[in-house]
C-alpha cells in the first residue's frame, strides 16, 4: 500500500452495521509512501494508522486501489 499526503484512506465495516468512516493522510510516516500514516479522521480527531486488508486509498481525482496481497511464501 502506498499513499501520500492528501489522500483519503477509506475503512470498510468488517461486520453488518459497522459503518465505513475515512481518514485523510496528513503526513506519511513510512519509506516511498509505505505506513505507518498519521491521519485526520471525519469527526477531527487524530492518530497514526496501519492499515490492514479493509482499507482503500483514494487518490485526488477519484482513483483508488486497494492493499495489494501478500507476497508468496519462500
Known amino acids: 500500500m502506498r499513499a501520500s499526503v492528501g489522500d483519503v484512506l477509506r475503512f470498510t465495516g468488517r461486520t453488518v452495521g459497522t459503518p ?10 513510512g519509506t516511498d509512501g509505505a505506513p505507518p500514516y498519521r491521519v485526520m479522521f471525519d469527526d477531527g480527531h487524530e492518530g497514526e494508522v496501519i492499515p490492514g486488508p479493509d482499507c482503500v486509498i483514494e487518490k485526488p481525482g477519484g482513483t483508488h486501489g486497494t492493499a495489494p496481497p501478500p507476497p508468496p511464501a519462500p
Open 20 to 29: 465505513e468512516h475515512r481518514a485523510r493522510v496528513v503526513e506519511v510516516l
